[in-house]
């Protein structure tokens, strides 16, 4: 199985998954296509709507003689009339409401191979939300042997299996159904059995259970969250890492009369307008779809159903490009109590999401309540604080409210008139703990968009972290600011402002230490520094040493990219296996020549790197030959079949030598 990631937004990711019927960019859904109906054509599906997978029942075509016949002898996607990937579903749903046994797992596996499905689902048992552990733990016992026997068919035409995580509301038996089939060969893995939770709007339950068998799966292969296609819940399941759904809501509600929106669903009868941009709304008031007749009424809803799904698809991949998966996830929480408290319960999953979150974004993150904490950027920020930004011993500074960025342009006016007669070290309280002065443009702390009076939850966390740096750093003393005290502070602090050379210098030290950890800043030691800052805003830009640029200052989250120079010099600095990607030698010279690093070629890796940091590239004897950031997390580097690990900025063969 070839899936490759491509971009990526912490566990939410855009992949590209390779079936016999061509390319499928994740996260997609898979409209259901039922066989005996045709009220919206498959190609009508891909040509009209953008969906350029679909799903449908192995069991319906195959009770079906005539359409069965036509499966097994022209393909399945003659039979549907779509040249694109199909899943095909084994029937479990329908043999289980209808008691139906006339078909074995290993008779509808190999009907679905026979008839050319891309992806083809096992016969499994799915455990009802409130049925006992016992019949979950018997019911996984016999999907898995099942698995083993589908595994073992014939399969000339190289079908990917959809290798299902069952377990009803036992996460205990979830954990260990994603478990064992983590020991099976590279598969699609839906994650079966939760439209009762989702019908119950059980969203907490639903979010555990996503959350327990995603951390217990190989990060390299799609999860499919299946019967899941409300556009309510799919940014909440992006979010968490699923790449695939499938939907028959869309035919499902427009029978019903009623209508698919993003914060919910909506009776046709009770509509007197329609806020709905979509091809079908835009030419038909709910007073006229309400006179067409029945059969046009229904398919008027199917396809403005089918709008909202697909743009719904198309919103949650731009959102993974622009970084803005959580803030998608919260405006839709905001729509329902329930989805809000399945987001707020995610925090018990944090260790989930912490090791694939990024240590910036390009995107300013946005602060609303303490709801926003869920996400791991606030609290990995003030991890981080805790321990690279050190108060040293005998230091004294200032704490003052943050009250806007950049910090120290807001500061108080006996303060700010203070500053221009004399160095006062400064540190910012911020949601993120205490930030001294000399990392305000580092991310997030600069690129964050919070209220000005926080919620109580949140302030009540602010007090908690600037306690737990006092506590951390006793050698020093943070003096909060009041206007009161100016009198002490001028006889406090009486020597003279710091340089912009010298506050430069500072925040070079600072970034380093923050970004890369304890020794990092002793790469500047003994050596002639030159600090390049922008003749307008005087803000570093480069730094370079005896001569050798060695580190650039990104201008979107105040953090360094290392050239191969910085990273040789970084090498020395911080002791092995910090920071480094070891690679196979057979592709180290290739990675020496600035191309990248691909997953399978990966030796061993750092297990405290995230996407997006800088990594040094070596080869087995621990030389490094290249320098770049990180798109894989360590964790996924190893079930990742294909794809880029690291993207190399530059190798030793590949640098440029500064004139």
């Known amino acids: 199985m070839r899936f490759e990631l491509k971009d990526r937004d912490g566990l939410a990711r855009r992949c590209e998954l390779t079936t016999p019927h061509g390319k499928l960019e994740t996260p997609a859904l898979l409209p259901v296509v039922n066989p005996n109906l045709s009220e919206v054509s498959p190609a009508a599906l891909r040509d009209e709507f953008g969906f350029r997978a679909v799903i449908t029942n192995a069991y319906i075509i195959r009770r079906s003689e005539g359409l069965a016949e036509r499966a097994l002898k022209e393909g399945v996607h003659r039979l549907l009339g779509f040249d694109g990937p199909i899943m095909t579903d084994s ?37 009802e939300p409130g049925e006992p552990l016992g019949k979950a733990e018997s019911d996984w016992a016999e999907t898995l042997g099942r698995y083993l026997e589908a595994l073992a068919l014939p399969n000339p035409k190289g079908a990917l299996l959809a290798l299902t995580v069952q377990g009803g509301s036992h996460l205990a038996v979830r954990r260990r159904a994603a478990g064992d089939l983590s020991a099976l060969p590279a598969a699609v893995h839906p994650i079966g059995g939760v439209v009762p939770i989702m019908e119950g709007e059980r969203y907490s339950l639903l979010a555990d259970v996503i959350a327990t068998a995603k951390a217990a799966l190989p990060r390299g292969r799609p999860v499919h969250l299946f019967g899941a296609g409300h556009p309510l819940v799919i940014p909440l399941a992006v979010w968490l890492g699923c790449d695939l759904f499938d939907s028959s809501s869309y035919a499902k509600y427009a029978h019903d009369g009623r209508l698919l929106y993003p914060d919910g669903t909506r009776a ?7 806020p709905c941009p979509c091809p079908v709304c835009a030419r038909h008031t709910p007073a006229d779809l309400r006179a067409l007749p029945p059969p046009e009424r229904y398919l008027a809803l199917a396809r403005h159903n089918l709008h909202v799904l697909s743009a719904e698809m198309r919103k949650a991949r731009q959102a993974i490009r622009e970084g803005s998966v959580f803030e998608l996830v919260e405006s839709r929480a905001r729509a329902n109590p329930r989805l809000l408290e399945a987001v707020r319960r995610v925090a018990l999953h944090a260790d989930l999401l912490e090791e694939v979150e990024p240590a910036s974004r ?60 004399a160095h006062v070290p400064l540190f910012f309280e911020t949601l993120f703990g205490p930030v001294p002065e000399a990392l305000e443009e580092v991310y997030p702390f600069a690129q964050h968009i919070a209220p000005q009076t926080l919620d109580a939850e949140s302030a009540s ?34 020597a003279p402002p710091l340089t912009q050379s010298a506050r430069a210098l500072a925040q070079v030290e600072a970034t380093l230490a923050y970004q890369f950890g304890a ?85 061993s890796c750092d297990p405290d790197l995230r996407p997006g940091d800088e990594a040094l590239v070596a080869d087995e004897a621990g030389a490094i030959v290249a320098v770049g950031r990180m798109r894989l997390a360590p964790g996924e580097i190893s079930s990742f079949g294909s794809g880029v690990a690291v993207d190399v900025r530059q190798g030793a063969r590949s640098r440029r030598v500064p004139p």
């Open 91 to 127: 029937g479990t749903f329908q043999m289980r409401m209808y008691r139906d046994a006339e078909v074995t797992n290993a008779e509808i596996v190999s009907f679905q191979l026979a008839a050319g499905s891309d992806i083809a689902t096992p016969l499994d048992l799915f455990t």
């Open 519 to 603: 020794g990092a800043a002793s790469l500047l030691r003994g050596r002639a520094a030159t600090i390049e800052r922008s003749p307008r805003t005087g803000k570093v830009r480069t730094v370079w040493l005896d001569g050798r640029h060695v580190l650039s200052l990104r201008a979107h989250d105040g953090l360094f990219s290392l050239t191969f120079e910085g990273g040789g010099l970084l090498a020395k600095a911080v002791p092995a296996p910090r920071h480094r990607v070891a690679v196979v030698d057979d592709t180290a010279p290739f990675n020496a020549q600035g191309k990248n690093v691909f997953a399978p070629f990966v030796k």
């Open 362 to 421: 390009t995107r300013a993150l946005r602060y609303f309540d303490a709801t926003s904490g869920v996400l791991p950027t606030v609290e990995l920020a003030r991890r981080r604080l805790l321990e690279r930004a050190p108060l040293g011993e005998g230091e004294e500074a200032v704490l003052v409210a943050a009250r806007g960025t950049p910090f120290s342009k807001r500061l108080p006016q006996g303060l700010a008139k203070l500053r221009r007669d």
């Open 268 to 274: 046709l009868a009770d509509l007197e307008e329609n």
């Open 461 to 494: 966390r602010v007090a908690r972290a600037t306690e737990s740096y006092a506590r951390r750093w006793p050698q020093g003393r943070l003096r909060r600011f009041e206007e009161a005290e100016l009198g002490a502070l001028r006889g406090a602090f009486r």
